[in-house]
T-cell receptor
């Protein structure tokens, strides 16, 4: 069974640009989650999508947004990039019911120059 | 509040030593509890989980027991190997928390031959 896949592996941008990160969930999983892992800040919840809808959002500014497609894949968009957006962005997927475990991809390393 | 607290690292052990990584949580309701492991340059892998009080999760020689009375979920392994060197994250979820996982700060384990 294929795991959660993320692309690209690395992304280098400059301040003010826009970044798009992509995620394909495990087959059969309808929920997709995005987390930011920044140095010294730990893992912070960004967004949760299920059945194409945004279900919950973490404490991040509106320039962090995303969507989920009919095939349950997802993309995360970050506009007006700032230096502090440099981080590893992790996508996870799970079944929808209850407290199902989340399964993570290997992440996209976003570097802002 | 709703948080997860792990013992600080780094933890350095010799091969075949006994491992304990402490984790305590605060929560309203009855969260599910998880341990994830992150190897260098990779995403998070689910190591084990427990969904209710007194449940014991186990995998690859690692164990953790959901202790409601002490709100703890300590990770243990009887004999560590060099290949266990990684960062370990304790996490909790609750269906009422909008799907997100709340992570501890992570504990880096280094096992020396």
């Amino acid at each position: 069974e294929a795991g959660v896949t993320q692309s690209p592996t690395h992304l280098i941008k400059t301040r003010g640009q826009q970044a798009t990160l992509r995620c394909s969930p495990i087959s059969g999983h309808t929920s997709v989650y995005w987390y930011q892992q920044a140095l010294g800040l730990g893992l912070q919840f960004l967004l949760w999508y299920d059945e194409g809808e945004e279900r919950n959002r973490g404490n991040f500014p509106p320039r962090f947004s995303g969507r989920q497609f009919p095939n349950y894949s997802s993309e995360l968009n970050v506009n007006a990039l700032e230096l502090e957006d440099s981080a590893l962005y992790l996508c996870a997927s799970s079944l929808r019911q209850g407290n199902q475990p989340q399964h993570f991809g290997d992440g996209t390393r976003l570097s802002i120059l | 509040g709703n948080s997860v607290t792990q013992m600080e690292g780094p933890v350095t052990l010799s091969e075949e030593a006994f491992l304990t990584i402490n984790c305590t949580y605060t929560a309203t309701g009855y969260p599910s509890l998880f341990w994830y492991v992150q190897y260098p340059g990779e995403g998070l892998q689910l190591l084990l989980k427990a969904t209710k009080a007194d449940d014991k999760g186990s995998n690859k020689g690692f164990e953790a027991t959901y202790r409601k009375e002490t709100t703890s979920f300590h990770l243990e392994k009887g004999s560590v190997q060099v290949s266990d060197s990684a960062v370990y994250f304790c996490a909790r979820s609750s269906y009422n928390q909008g799907g997100k996982l709340i992570f501890g700060q992570g504990t880096e384990l280094s096992v020396k031959p």
